[in-house]
C-alpha cells in the first residue's frame, strides 16, 4: 500500500545531503521533504542525444556537444584580467576553449591529453570555432554513448558559491526518485488517463525529471500539466458550487425603475454586449443566492452605466447601493457621470472620499440609515465602520484589482442579516487562460464590443529623430481646440536608464509651446496639488499634461485628443494599452503615438507592432501573456497562479480548457464525489488538504 509519510521525509535523509546542504536547500529553494524535491521540476532541458563534429559547428547553433581530445591549457594575463585558454580536437578540427572565471581550481583538474564530453554554446571569433566556459566531463562508458536529455534546474548564487549547481540537483532527483518510484501513487481515475491517453503518475514524475527520450519528456509534462490544472479547476469550481448552494442572496424581481429608465432617460442605445452582460447580472440576482460576479470589458465599453441599471434593479428591490473606486479622481468621475441620471429618476445619490467635510458626512451617515440615500459613490472611505446601511443589496468595486480582499469582505459586512450582491469590474482585460485560473471561483462577464459612434484611436509609432513632425502635429491639434497628454515613465533621470525623464520632457515640452499652459502630474506630489493640476486639465484651462503613469486609470476628459508616450518601449503592453484609453473619449478622431528610440529588443518591437495593429484590448492581453507570463501581469500573485509547479499559463490554454470541462462534468455528476469511479480523486483532495499543500501534491 502507498505510504503518505515517505513524501514528508526530511531532506536531510537523503543521500549526500548532509546539514550545510540540506539548510541550503531549506532557505534558497523552500525545499523541506521529499514531497518538495520531487514536485521542484527542471525549467528547460539540454539535449545530450547526439554528438556534434567540430567542422559541423556553425554559429547559430544554441548548445552542441562534442567528443574529443583536451591538447593543452594556458592561462594569459595577471589578476582580474587574466583568463584560460585550451585547445580540443575530434578528428575533423580544432575548438578554442576559454574560461575567465575558477582559473585557479580549473588549472588543477583539467588533464591534458585526455579526453572529454564538453558542452556549450559555439561562437566564432576571426573565423575560428570557439567555446566560453563549456561544461566538461571525462568521457566514460556512460556518456560516450550520449542519448539523453539533461535536466536543468532553477538555482541561486548562494547555493552554487557552495558547488551546489543544476547537474547537483539532478543527481539528488536521480537518487530519490529510485527510493520514490514505488511510492508514487495514481492520481487520476482510469476513465479519465485512458480518455486522454495520459501516462502513469509514476511514469510522468520519472520522466519529468530524467526523460528516456522526447517523446517521454512531452507524454510526461502533458500528464503533469492536466493532473495540476485539473484539480486547480476542481478546487475553483468546487468554491463556487459551495458558495451558491451556501450564501444566500437578496431576491431581486422587480424591474419597474429600470423599465422607466430605458424609456425615458436613457439617452443612448446600449450595445449587445452590455445588454447580454445586464441580462446575466439581473439572472443572478433572481436566484437568491449572493451573485459574486467579475465584469471586465475594455477601456471606454461601457461598464459603469451597466453598473448603474444593476443600481437600479437593487433600488427597485428595496435595497441600497455603492460603488467603491480606487482614487478620489475616478469617484468624483463615477459620481457626476450618475448624478445626472440619478436625478433625473429622483433618486439621492451622495458621494464619501476623504476629503468630504463633516457637517456632509452626518448628512451621508443620517441618509444611510434612514433608507432615504440610496446610492454612495466614494473610495475607501466607504470602508469606516461608521458608515452603516439601512439595506445594502449591492457593490460595485471598480479597477478591483487595486483593493486587498480583506478591503473587500469589508464591503460584504456592511449588511448584518444578508450579504450583498458583489459586482466586481476592471478595465484590464484578462487572457481566457488567466481568468479561469485567477477568477476560476467567480462568474465572469464581458462586455467586447465598443459604443457606436466611437471612432478607433489611431496609434503610429515615431522615432525621436521624428520628434519636430510630432510637436507640429500636436499644434496643429491644439489649434483645432483639443487636449494632449504627454507620459513619461521616469520622474528625474537615473544614469542607469537614459530614458527620457519628466522633469527634463516638462521642460522641453515648454519650451516648445511657449504659448500653452502646460500641468505636470506625478506619484510624488501631494495628493492636493495632484488633484488641482488634474483639475485644470479636465477644465481645459492647461492644453498639454505632462504626466508619469498615475493618469493610466479612468480619468476622463473627453476633449483630450492626443497621446504622446516617450520611452514607449519602457512600458508594458498591458499599461500602454490603459494609457491609450484615457484618450478617444470624445466624438473626435484620437491619436496615440509612441515615441522610442531606434534601438529596441524583439520583445519591444512585438508591444508596440501589437499596439498600432490593434485595439482589442483582449488580443493585447493575449500576447502580454505569451511575452511576459502569469507571473508578472498586474494582480495575479494570488492563489490559483503562485500556486502552479508546471502548467504555463501562456502556453497550457488548451489543457487547461479540457481540465476545467472535465472537473465541471464530474462535479455536475458527483457533486460530493461519493461514486466508487472518483474515490481516487477524492482521496487526493483530502491528502492535499491533510497536507496544506499545493493541489498536485503528490502525498
Known amino acids: 500500500m502507498y505510504q503518505s509519510h515517505f513524501f514528508d521525509t526530511d531532506i536531510a535523509r537523503l543521500k549526500g545531503m548532509w546539514g550545510q546542504r540540506a539548510d541550503l536547500f531549506k532557505t534558497e529553494l523552500r525545499i523541506f521533504n521529499y514531497g518538495d524535491l520531487i514536485q521542484y521540476y527542471p525549467f528547460r532541458y539540454e539535449d545530450r542525444t547526439k554528438f556534434h563534429d567540430i567542422s559541423g559547428l556553425t554559429d547559430n547553433m544554441e548548445y552542441a556537444q562534442i567528443k574529443g581530445r583536451l591538447r593543452y591549457v ?202 447580454k452582460v445586464i441580462r446575466e447580472i439581473f439572472e443572478d440576482m433572481k436566484t437568491g443566492r449572493q451573485m459574486n460576479r467579475l465584469l471586465q470589458g475594455d477601456v471606454g465599453s461601457g461598464k459603469t452605466i451597466v453598473a448603474f441599471i444593476c443600481m437600479l434593479l437593487a433600488i427597485d428591490n428595496g435595497c441600497q447601493a455603492c460603488i467603491m473606486a480606487p482614487t478620489e479622481i475616478l469617484a468624483d468621475q463615477h459620481y457626476q457621470g450618475l448624478k445626472k441620471f440619478a436625478n433625473s429618476l429622483g433618486i439621492r445619490i451622495e458621494k464619501l472620499t476623504g476629503s468630504v467635510r463633516k457637517k456632509a458626512r452626518v448628512s451621508i451617515h443620517e441618509g444611510l440609515l434612514d433608507g432615504s ?107 483645432k481646440g483639443r487636449q494632449i497628454y504627454v507620459v513619461y515613465p521616469l520622474i528625474e533621470e537615473s544614469e542607469k536608464m537614459d530614458y527620457k525623464d519628466l522633469t527634463d520632457g516638462y521642460e ?84 496615440c503615438i509612441l515615441m522610442t528610440d531606434v534601438k529596441l529588443s524583439k520583445d519591444s518591437r512585438t508591444r508596440l507592432d501589437t499596439l498600432v495593429r490593434t485595439t482589442n484590448g483582449f488580443e493585447i492581453a493575449d500576447v502580454d501573456l505569451q511575452l511576459r507570463g502569469p507571473g508578472d501581469l498586474s494582480g495575479t500573485q494570488q492563489s490559483g497562479v503562485v500556486d502552479l509547479l508546471i502548467a504555463d499559463l501562456a502556453k497550457d490554454g488548451e489543457i487547461l480548457r479540457v481540465a476545467r470541462e472535465t472537473a465541471q462534468a464530474i462535479l455536475d455528476e458527483d457533486n460530493e464525489l461519493q461514486l466508487p469511479k472518483n474515490t481516487l480523486i477524492r482521496e487526493q483532495i483530502a491528502s492535499i488538504q491533510a497536507n496544506q499543500s499545493n493541489w498536485s501534491r503528490i502525498s
Open 373 to 479: 440615500l440610496k446610492i454612495l459613490v466614494g473610495t475607501h472611505a466607504l470602508l469606516e465602520d461608521v458608515v452603516q446601511f439601512q439595506n445594502l443589496g449591492l457593490c460595485v468595486i471598480d479597477e478591483q484589482h487595486r483593493f486587498g480582499v480583506a478591503q473587500r469582505a469589508k464591503l460584504w459586512e456592511k449588511n448584518k442579516f444578508i450579504h450583498p450582491h458583489i459586482l466586481v469590474m476592471t478595465a484590464t482585460p484578462i487572457p481566457r487562460t488567466l481568468a479561469m485560473t485567477l477568477y476560476g471561483d467567480l462568474d465572469v462577464s464581458t462586455i467586447d464590443e465598443m459604443p457606436a459612434g466611437r471612432k478607433p484611436i489611431k496609434t503610429v509609432h515615431r522615432y525621436d529623430s521624428h520628434r519636430l513632425n510630432v510637436f507640429g502635429f500636436m499644434k496643429d491639434e491644439i489649434k
Open 508 to 591: 522641453s515640452i515648454t519650451r516648445a509651446f511657449p504659448e500653452q499652459h502646460v500641468s505636470i502630474v506625478h506619484g510624488k506630489m501631494k495628493p492636493v496639488d495632484k488633484d488641482f493640476e488634474m483639475a485644470r486639465f479636465v477644465k481645459a484651462e492647461t492644453q498639454i499634461m505632462v504626466a508619469t503613469t498615475v493618469i493610466e486609470v479612468g480619468v476622463n476628459v473627453p476633449n483630450a485628443s492626443v497621446m504622446v508616450v516617450e520611452s514607449a518601449e519602457k512600458f508594458g503592453l498591458a499599461q500602454l494599452h490603459q494609457l491609450r484609453g484615457r484618450v478617444g473619449r470624445g466624438a473626435e478622431q484620437s491619436y
Open 74 to 275: 594556458e592561462k594569459i594575463g595577471e589578476g582580474h584580467k587574466a583568463r584560460l585558454t585550451g585547445q580540443f580536437s575530434d578528428s575533423t578540427g580544432v575548438i578554442e576553449l576559454v574560461w575567465f572565471q575558477g582559473i585557479t581550481w580549473l588549472e588543477k583538474n583539467l588533464r591534458t591529453n585526455s579526453e572529454y564530453v564538453i558542452y556549450g554554446k559555439p561562437s566564432f571569433f576571426q573565423g575560428r570555432a570557439q567555446m566560453q566556459h563549456p561544461e566538461m566531463e571525462l568521457l566514460n562508458e556512460t556518456n560516450a554513448v550520449g542519448g539523453h536529455f539533461q535536466p536543468v534546474y532553477n538555482t541561486t548564487e548562494k547555493l552554487k558559491k557552495r558547488y551546489i549547481d543544476s547537474k547537483i540537483i539532478a543527481n539528488f532527483q536521480r537518487s530519490l526518485l529510485e527510493e520514490a518510484y514505488s511510492h508514487i501513487r495514481e492520481t487520476l481515475p482510469e476513465d479519465i488517463t485512458q480518455k486522454f491517453r495520459l501516462i502513469p503518475k509514476r511514469d510522468a514524475v520519472y520522466n519529468i525529471h530524467h526523460p528516456r527520450s522526447e517523446q517521454w519528456l512531452h507524454q510526461a509534462k502533458r500528464r503533469l500539466k492536466f493532473e495540476e490544472l485539473f484539480y486547480n479547476q476542481l478546487r475553483l469550481i468546487k468554491q463556487k458550487l459551495l458558495r451558491r448552494t451556501e450564501y444566500e442572496g437578496q431576491v431581486f424581481k422587480s424591474a419597474t425603475l429600470l423599465t422607466d429608465f430605458y424609456k425615458n432617460h436613457l439617452p443612448f442605445d446600449l450595445t449587445n454586449a452590455q445588454k
